[in-house]
Structure formats: structure tokens, C-alpha cells
T-cell receptor, first 114, second 113 residues
Framework: QKEVEQNSGPLSVPEGAIASLNCTYSDRGSQSFFWYRQYSGKSPELIMFIYSNGDKEDGRFTAQLNKASQYVSLLIRDSQPSDSATYLCAVMAAGGTSYGKLTFGQGTILTVHP | NAGVTQTPKFQVLKTGQSMTLQCAQDMNHNSMYWYRQDPGMGLRLIYYSASEGTTDKGEVPNGYNVSRLNKREFSLRLESAAPSQTSVYFC????????????FGEGSWLTVV
């Protein structure tokens, strides 16, 4: 089992729709969870992070964390063509021998069509 | 405000040559990382340094070595480059702890022929 897995995609949604991106992780002790966006040929840029169960909203983006299910998701409301990119989920280990280890999922390609 | 600086940005190597990718951050971060990114593979962790003086293997450490020279600098060395190491390499850093944002360098495009 991979440490961090994302829904395989690619995901295509119409402009104005809600895009839903999902991520599961295997290390139950993980402490911090990140969503990054990456445009082709560019470095990843942080969208948001979450470390407590529940929802965290920032503009059109909402991150949801469920530690019991080891699941984190990102919702993008009112999707725009400029949101078309690869979305990366990342998980930070909490402690023990993996303290500080930051693992990424394989990414989900999102296309928002006009 | 430089953030995370990687050098070189582009490099072509012949099989068997060695080289070092340099990474420096000016944010006084504790933790630093090296990733490689191949098409469809996301970011795969090569090595990381949770704090100055420590380094640990990630998912794909074979063929690489690292040095955490000081708190600012974390270098990645390819001792004998192979075509399978053709990739884009990213360095990243974070303060550490819960919720600390992770900052990335602009990437180093490496081709081994």
C-alpha cells in the first residue's frame, strides 16, 4: 500500500462546478496535511494545510480531514479554467523514526473546461 | 526574498559522471527535502533532513547521497549518474511542526545521456 494515494484522475469538470479531490494515507500518526497545486513546468505552490479534524475553508477552497478514516479531501467551488493543474496531496509524519518525513501522493490532473 | 534557491537549473550529464545539486534556504527552516518528479509519479522523496545534523532516506534513495552542510544548505549528490536519474529535482524546506508551510525551489532539470 502506498503511503499517500490520490484519486487517479484525470478529473474534468465544467466551469462553475465543484471539483472534488481525494487523498488517503496509511500512517495513522500523521500530523499535518497539505494540498498543493502545480502547473506544468513549475514548482508546487501551497493551496492550504489542515491538521485538525473537520473542514477548513479559504476562499473557494475547502479542505476536509477525517483522521479516523485516514482521509483528506479538497473541494474547489466555482471552478475556473485557471484551476486546471495537477493537485498534490502531502502528509507530514508526526514522530518516531519518520519524524519530519513529508510524503506526496501521485497527483490528480484537473481540467476545468469552459 | 530568495526563499529556496536551487542550482543548477538545467544540467546534462553523461552516464557515469558525478554532480551535486545545491539547495539553500534563507528562512531559518529546520527541515529540508529533496524530491524527484517523473511524469505521472508525483513527487517522490529521495532524502530529507528533519533538522540540522540529521539526514534520512526517503522512498527512492538509491544512487544518491546528501549532505546537510549547515542549517541553510542541503546538497544532493549523484556519484555515478544513470539514465534512470533523468528527472526534475525539487528541493523544499519547512520550519517543521504542525502546519508549517513547505516552500519549494524552482526545480533542477537533469538529463543523463
Amino acid at each position: 500500500q502506498k503511503e499517500v494515494e490520490q484519486n487517479s484522475g484525470p478529473l474534468s469538470v465544467p466551469e462553475g462546478a465543484i471539483a472534488s479531490l481525494n487523498c488517503t494515507y496509511s500512517d495513522r500518526g500523521s500530523q499535518s496535511f497539505f494540498w498543493y497545486r502545480q502547473y506544468s513546468g513549475k514548482s508546487p505552490e501551497l493551496i492550504m494545510f489542515i491538521y485538525s479534524n473537520g473542514d477548513k475553508e479559504d476562499g473557494r477552497f475547502t479542505a476536509q480531514l477525517n483522521k479516523a478514516s485516514q482521509y483528506v479531501s479538497l473541494l474547489i467551488r466555482d471552478s475556473q479554467p485557471s484551476d486546471s493543474a495537477t493537485y498534490l496531496c502531502a502528509v507530514m509524519a508526526a514522530g518516531g523514526t519518520s519524524y519530519g518525513k513529508l510524503t506526496f501522493g501521485q497527483g490528480t490532473i484537473l481540467t476545468v473546461h469552459p | 526574498n530568495a526563499g529556496v534557491t536551487q542550482t543548477p537549473k538545467f544540467q546534462v550529464l553523461k552516464t557515469g559522471q558525478s554532480m551535486t545539486l545545491q539547495c539553500a534556504q534563507d528562512m531559518n527552516h529546520n527541515s529540508m527535502y529533496w524530491y524527484r518528479q517523473d511524469p505521472g509519479m508525483g513527487l517522490r522523496l529521495i532524502y530529507y533532513s528533519a533538522s540540522e545534523g540529521t539526514t534520512d532516506k526517503g522512498e527512492v534513495p538509491n544512487g544518491y547521497n546528501v549532505s546537510r552542510l549547515n542549517k541553510r544548505e542541503f546538497s544532493l549528490r549523484l556519484e555515478s549518474a544513470a539514465p534512470s536519474q533523468t528527472s526534475v529535482y525539487f528541493c523544499a524546506s519547512t520550519e517543521g511542526g504542525r502546519g508549517g508551510a513547505i516552500y519549494f525551489g524552482e526545480g533542477s532539470w537533469l538529463t543523463v545521456v
